[in-house]
C-alpha cells in the first residue's frame, strides 16, 4: 500500500485511500452504532427490572467472553482471512442487532435478552479485535502503523465519545428500537466495507503437523511471556485497567456525591474524557516520535496518575473536568504506542494469537477494579477510588521502568 509523508517528513503516514481508508470507515461506523447501543441499554434495562444486580450483570456479559473465549479467538484469527472473519461476524452481529430491535418493537424485550445478547455480541467481538490488530500491519507500510492506530483511535474517540451519545434521546424519541436498529444498520455496512478490501491470502509460516487450537493458545501466551517487553506492558497494562475499572464504577458517585455536582457535571467529565482521547489520538505519533514508543507510554501513564491523585484530592468539579480531559489524550497516546509495539513486536503469524493473549489478561483487570471501587468508595469515601487508580498506575509505571536503558 503507498504511502505519504507527513508535514515533518520523517515518517510515512497511511494513505486514505485503498485498503486503510474502508477499513478506518468500517472501525468508525461500527464504533458510532455501538456507542448508541452501549448508551441505549441501561435505559432499557432500567425499564425492565429495578433490581441494580440484573441491570449490572447485562455490563458483565459484556466483559465474560473475553475471559472466556478472547484466547480462541485470537488464535482462529492467526488460522483463517481475517478480512473474511471481520466481514462474516459483523454481518451475524447486524443480524442479531437487527432481530433485537424487531423484538424492542414488539414488545418482547426481557433483561434475559439482553444478557444473551450482550455475551453473544462480546463472544463474536473476540474474533473480530484481534483479526483486525492482525490485518492492519498488511494494509500500510510498517513505519506507519503508529499513524494508522492513531488514526484508527481517535476516529473511534469521536464517532462514540462525542457523536453518538448526544444522539441517543432524539432517537429514542422516534421510538425505543431504533438506536438497535442504527446498530444493525453499522455492522451491515461495516461488513460490505471490509469485504471490499483486496489484501491477498495472508503470508503465514507453516504450521506445524497436528497443531491444535489448543497448542495456538498456548504458543500465544508462550511468545508473550518470552518477550520482556510486551509481558512488562501487559502486567502494567493490567493494572491500570484495574485502576480504570475502579474509576469508571464509581465516577457518577464522585461527581454527583463527592463533588455535589449533578447529572450535568457528570456529563461534563465525561465529555471532557472523550475530548481529550480525541486530541491525544492527534498528538500520539508526535509524542511517541520525540520520546520513543516505551519512554511515551511512560510519560502518559505518569501524567494520568498526577491526574488521577489530583482528582481524588482537590474538592473541584472544574479540577476533575480538567483532570479527566488530560487523562483521556493520554490514554490515547499509551493506547496507541502499546497496540503499535505488539504489531512490531510479534512473530510473523502470532499477531492475533498474541493480542488475544494480552487483551485476555489485560481485560481482566476492569471487572476486579470495579469491585475494589465499589468497596473502597463504601469503606473510605466517594473520592477514594481515583487514589486508589492512581496508587495502581504508579505501580504499572514502575514496573515499565525497567525497559528504560
Known sequence: MTAVREATGARPAPAWRGGFGRLWTAAVVSKFGDSLRAAALPLLAATLTDDPLLIAAVTACGHLPWLLFGLLGGAVADRVDQRRAMWAVDLVRGGLMAGFAVAVTLGHASIALLLVLA?????????????????????????????????????????????AAPLVPLLLLAGAAVPYGVDAASY??????????????????????????????AEGLAVLWRDRSLRRLCTATTLCNIGMGALIATLVLHVTGWLDAGEGGYAAAITAYAAGSVVGGLLAVRIARWTGRIRGILLAGTVQTGCLALMGSVHGLGVTIGAMAVFGLMGTVWNVNQVTLMQERAPEGTLGRVSAAFRTLAVGGAPLGALLGGAVAAAWGLNTPALLAAALFALAVASLAPLIN
Do not use: C
Open 119 to 163: 455475551f453473544a455480541l462480546t463472544t463474536l467481538q473476540t474474533l473480530f479485535d484481534n483479526a483486525a490488530t492482525a490485518l492492519l500491519p498488511s494494509l500500510v507500510p510498517a513505519d506507519a502503523l503508529a499513524g494508522a492506530n492513531a488514526r484508527l483511535m481517535t476516529g473511534q474517540q469521536l464517532a462514540g465519545g462525542l457523536l
Open 188 to 217: 451491515v455496512l461495516a461488513a460490505l466495507l471490509i469485504a471490499s478490501l483486496r489484501t491477498g491470502a495472508p503470508e503465514r509460516p507453516p504450521r506445524k503437523p497436528g497443531a491444535t487450537l489448543r497448542a495456538d493458545m
